[in-house]
Every structure is written in structure tokens, then in C-alpha cells.
């Protein structure tokens, strides 16, 4: 009997472009959700070039609803998928963090919730799918489709980045590695913390991001022909079609992105004059650096530490009376206008706290701290290939070094924090973890085929919303017909690594 297959057809078509040529290299059955705004519906609509067996437009399944939420059904998906609906629902970043265009209300956050768990039971009931592709989960939509397939049996393979830069990890859990050995029975290679830190700069994943993702798409030209395409030819259907369009009318999203400008000159001004660029050698120092918010590696992977300033507090009191603690501000945080002038005097006022600039060279804080402390981030990793132990707030896949610390309870930190600083960590144990990650990891550079995607379609990330003619895409999936055979390639391997299990 043949695989069937599900796969998420999400806004950077990564999976559509995957499934191209998947269906000429795996013999199976292809099904796709497909959660994309109105101009590129049409192509979806239409396309003979990938041969699905069916097909839902997630947002068709979505509507205005003033009916009062079933909560006996919702309880019921709870029960029957092991999910907890609120943390998702709570945690949604156009629910409640990024709502700038419209107020969701109570039962209107239920109704879609209420009404995106029927159709994926749906799915799941009708189809019984053996696997579901996708990229790493960002919304709580998807978020809630991934852990419905997971805990119901679905095998899973989710494409995130790797925290090493020019790859990508495929696996069931994006914190997690699937192939897991015991570090102690790998060799050494004998690299030594020099050797390590240099290939961490060979595949810096930060600096990956910002040449490909973030530079490319801050462009004022892009910038200028997405406005052009927006405001001259967008129909704007979406803001009654798509619940993370609510309330964006072209007025409102004019206003939105000017202030949105004016608060990031504002702000970054604040930063420059405000924010430490040089550092005092002679204190010892605990290093916590700042995630990006809204972002998915607090909202889904930390979903009960998004409050990034009450973390600060908690680690600030959890320090020896001798230490400082630095905090940096991540560079990417540009991209959401940083954060308000008030939370950064917040965070500065605590007295033993000390603010970095987001250029601060990383190398140079990892090489003079003493500890460094993450919610979820991949600074961990890189830190210890300085030599310095971690503590993290949630499981991580580098969590398997033997330097790396969870915090299971607020109230252990300041016990966990003197133990780690007095810590010696060894370089093998992390020359042992890099022979196994890059056993977990996928050549497929997915940042770079990100930023073709963007280049392509998007006017460099500038806009989704967009038409996309099967001639454009036929062009695209031939010159880039290689990497996607050696993507696909990995997700048939994994396939028969899941049945061997």
C-alpha cells in the first residue's frame, strides 16, 4: 500500500517546490493544506505541475462566526489529541501580541479555533495519513495541526534551520535530534575550543540570516515596488477571507508601516546614544542574550517565558553580589521597530544589569563571560564552543552537552547559577556533539533557498500576496531542480529511517 503524505503548502512555497519533485522520486499519495492569501490561491487553484490527490484551502474552513464556541468539543479535541488549546491560543501573535489591525474577542478566538480543529480532525479521519511534511510552525494553526499529527501517530518530518548556518534539520521535534547516541561512545576528534570556534564561524547561522533574510528584504527598492504592488493592485479580499488579515485595510497598513519607520529611527536613535559598546573586562559577568519578539522561539518553544523582562529580573537576583549581568539586544529585533524606549529603560534600571548594544561583537561577550544563560536560543551552542557552560530555560538539542543546564524551577536558579559558574567544561564533549549533529543535519542550505524564494515572488519578503504564474514557477523549480532532488532525497531517507525504527 502506498505512503500517504501530507504536506503544508505554506506562503514561501518551500514544500510546494518540494513536492515537485518528490512525487518524482517516491512512489506515494499527495495531499495538501494549503495556507496562502488570495492572489496565490489562484495558482493553487489551477496548477497541473505537482499531482495531489486532494487539497483544503485552510482559509475556506474559516469564517466570521457570532455562534458561541462549542467548549464540549474543544474539550474533547484536548483529550483526544493531547493538546492544550489555551497555551496556543494565548500564545498567538495575531491573537494578542501583534493585533494592531483588529481585537479578537473571546469567542471570536474560539470560533477559529473551534472551527480549524473540525476541519484538521477531518483530515486526519479521512485520509489517515502515514507522514506530514512541513516547515518549522510559526502560528498557532499550524502549530496545533503538527501536535494533532504527532500525538496521533503521524510521522513527522519538520524542515527548520540548523544552528549551524548553510544546513537545515529535518526531524519530529525542532528542539530535538532524532538521532540520538550515547556522546561517550562517539570519537573525539580532538578539537580543541580554537578549532571549534572556527567552524562555528564557518556556518555562522546569525550571520547567515541577516545576508540572506533580513538585508535583502529591508532594500528600498524592493520596498518601493512591494508599496507600488500593494496599494496599486492588491484587492485587499483578505482582510474578509483571512483572520490574520482582520482590519488591515490599505489606510490602516499605510499608517501602520510610517509609524512603524518612525518608531525604528526613533528608537534606534535611543539605542545608539543609550546602549553599552564597550564592556568593563575587569567584573565578572553572566551573559543573557535577547530574543526577538514576536517570534516563534518564545511563543511556541518557551510559551511560558515570552515575558523576556521578567526573565531578566529573575536572573538578576539569582546572580553571586559579585556579577553583573549583560544583557544584549538582538540585532534582528530591527525588524519589529525594536522594543519601546520604556522597556529598554526597564531593563536598565535594574542595578546589576548592564545593557549592550545589538553590534556588540558575540565572540568578544562569549570570550569574557562567565556563564551564559538562554530562554531558547541558539546562543547556547555557541557559547559553549567558547568553553563557557549554559543554562537554558526548555530542552534544546544541544541540551545533551554536558555543560548544558535546564532550569526546571525558578527558585533553583540562584543554585543552578552558582554551580554552573564553577564548572569546567572540556572541548570533547562538544567535539563528540558536533560529529553527531552533523549526523542530524541536512545540506539543503534553507536560508539561501529562502532568500531565492523571497527574490523570486516576494519583491525581497516585502509581500506575500502576490500572483504567481506556472510559467514563473516552472522556471523557478528547473534552476533549482538539484537542491531540491537532494532535499527531497533526505526526507525519503528519513522515511525509511521511521519504518526501521
Request: hydrophobic share 40%; aromatic share 14%; glycine share 2%.
Amino acid at each position: 500500500m502506498k505512503d500517504k503524505i501530507i504536506f503544508w503548502l505554506g506562503n514561501d512555497y518551500t514544500h510546494y517546490c518540494l513536492s515537485h519533485v518528490f512525487q518524482k522520486s517516491y512512489d506515494c499519495d499527495m495531499y495538501g493544506i494549503v495556507e496562502v492569501t488570495e492572489r496565490p490561491k489562484i495558482f493553487f487553484q489551477n496548477q497541473k505541475i505537482v499531482k495531489f490527490e486532494k487539497v483544503w484551502f485552510f482559509h475556506d474552513h474559516i469564517k466570521k462566526k457570532s455562534d458561541k464556541p462549542d467548549l464540549d468539543y474543544l474539550a474533547q479535541i484536548e483529550r483526544e489529541y493531547k493538546v492544550d488549546l489555551w497555551k496556543l491560543v494565548q500564545n498567538e501573535r495575531i491573537f494578542l501580541y501583534y493585533n494592531n489591525f483588529h481585537k479578537f474577542s473571546h469567542d471570536e478566538m474560539l470560533n477559529i479555533l473551534e472551527q480549524e480543529c473540525r476541519l484538521f480532525d477531518h483530515i486526519l479521519k479521512e485520509i489517515k495519513p502515514d507522514f506530514f511534511f512541513t516547515k518549522i510552525t510559526s502560528l498557532h494553526h499550524q502549530e496545533l495541526f503538527y501536535q494533532m499529527c504527532k500525538n496521533s501517530g503521524v510521522k513527522v518530518q519538520v524542515l527548520t534551520y540548523s544552528v549551524l548556518g548553510q544546513h537545515c534539520m529535518i526531524a519530529q521535534e525542532p528542539a530535538k535530534l532524532d538521532h540520538i547516541e550515547d556522546l561517550n561512545k562517539i570519537e573525539d576528534k580532538k578539537r580543541s575550543f580554537t578549532d571549534l570556534q572556527d567552524y562555528l564561524r564557518a556556518f555562522d547561522l546569525l550571520k547567515q540570516l541577516d545576508n540572506k533574510i533580513l538585508k535583502p528584504g529591508s532594500g528600498v527598492l524592493s520596498s518601493v515596488k512591494a508599496a507600488r504592488e500593494f496599494f496599486l493592485h492588491s484587492d485587499s479580499r483578505n482582510t474578509e477571507t483571512h483572520y490574520t488579515y482582520y482590519g488591515r485595510t490599505k489606510l490602516k497598513v499605510f499608517f501602520y508601516y510610517l509609524n512603524d519607520y518612525l518608531k525604528t529611527k526613533f528608537r534606534g536613535s535611543f539605542i545608539d546614544r543609550n546602549l553599552k559598546t564597550k564592556m568593563d573586562r575587569s567584573e565578572p559577568f553572566v551573559y543573557l542574550p535577547l530574543h526577538t519578539e514576536i517570534e516563534r522561539s518564545l511563543l511556541i518553544a518557551a510559551p511560558f517565558y515570552t515575558n523576556q523582562i521578567e526573565a531578566i529580573r529573575w536572573i538578576a537576583k539569582s546572580l553571586p553580589i559579585n556579577y553583573k549581568l549583560y544583557v544584549k539586544e538582538h540585532p534582528a529585533q530591527i525588524a519589529r521597530a525594536w522594543r519601546s524606549v520604556s522597556e529598554y529603560k526597564q531593563i536598565m534600571s535594574i542595578p546589576n544589569v548592564v545593557l549592550l548594544h545589538p553590534k556588540f561583537p558575540n565572540d568578544e561577550i562569549y570570550k569574557n563571560c562567565s556563564l551564559l544563560i538562554t530562554i531558547a536560543g541558539t546562543a547556547g551552542f555557541e557559547a559553549a564552543c567558547y568553553g563557557k557552560p549554559v543554562i537554558t530555560f526548555v530542552d534544546l538539542n544541544y541540551s545533551l552537552l554536558s555543560s548544558v543546564h535546564t532550569m526546571r524551577n525558578f527558585n533553583d536558579l540562584p543554585k543552578l547559577v552558582r554551580e554552573s559558574l564553577s564548572e569546567k567544561v572540556e572541548p570533547a564533549s562538544l567535539d563528540r556533539y558536533i560529529s553527531l549533529l552533523e549526523k542530524n543535519i541536512s545540506k539543503f542550505d534553507y536560508a539561501d533557498f529562502m532568500a531565492k524564494l523571497a527574490d523570486e515572488f516576494f519583491y525581497g519578503n516585502n509581500l506575500m500576496d502576490v500572483n504567481i504564474s506556472e510559467t514563473k514557477m516552472k522556471s523557478f523549480l528547473e534552476k533549482n531542480y538539484s537542491l531540491l532532488q537532494a532535499l527531497a532525497d533526505d526526507h525519503i531517507r528519513k522515511i525509511k529511517w521511521f519504518k526501521g525504527i
